[in-house]
């Protein structure tokens, strides 16, 4: 009976040491898989920046004009951008699918309580009084929607005379020119994920 039960034994752990091992890999689940970038561009210098907050974060940039609301809803964070084309606009400053998305979509969302995060591209010398006015925008429409924002920065080493992207002395996200200060672009976004990764915001 010992014998049997020892051969028994014996073929299970065989059986199983040859058994094929999948390759299909397990998706760890992560605060960083639950935030999403959303952006959209005219000249392309919006997607630039969208890019270098994707490669610092870990993420893809997507763009707004594709998004479904079960991907805005679904996400627990969001990082939404847009540029400054109708400057000197009350609304629909970005001259991009933001335009129709804030007013036409957004409103019908569910997203209160959610983490958003928002950047601007913006061009200080050609629009000195209009410096990422669309960023303000994008705040001020989420905030409505229940959403806290986190990201603040800071206004200084910027030559912009006015900017509806301000709230109390500071920047409502993270700001870029890549008309005048395309070289500082890569390493404001580095440190603006980590400044958000100690705010907790993923």
Not at 90 to 98: A, I, K, L, N, P
């Amino acid at each position: 009976m010992k014998l049997s039960v020892v051969i028994a034994l014996s073929s299970a752990v065989l059986s199983q040491a040859w058994a094929p091992v999948s390759n299909i890999p397990f998706r760890q689940a992560s605060s960083l898989n639950a935030a999403s970038i959303w952006y959209s561009t005219s000249t392309g210098n919006t997607e630039t920046i969208a890019g270098y907050v994707a490669e610092a974060a870990g993420l893809s940039a997507n763009d707004i004009g594709d998004a479904t609301a079960d991907e805005i809803t679904g996400a627990d964070a969001l990082i939404v951008g847009a540029p400054t084309w109708h400057t000197g606009a009350d609304e629909q400053r970005s001259g991009t699918s933001w335009d129709d998305w804030l007013y036409d979509t957004l409103p019908n969302l569910d997203l209160y309580g959610k983490k958003v995060a928002v950047f601007g591209c913006g061009d200080q010398e050609s629009y000195n009084d209009y410096y990422c006015d669309a960023a303000g925008e994008l705040y001020d429409q989420f905030v409505a929607k229940g959403c806290k924002v986190y990201g603040f920065t800071s206004t200084e080493g910027y030559i912009h005379s006015e900017s509806k992207a301000v709230r109390d002395g500071k920047f409502i996200g993270l700001m870029c020119d890549e008309d005048n200060q395309y070289d500082m672009s890569e390493g404001r976004a580095k440190a603006w994920i980590e400044q958000l990764k100690s705010e907790g915001f993923f």
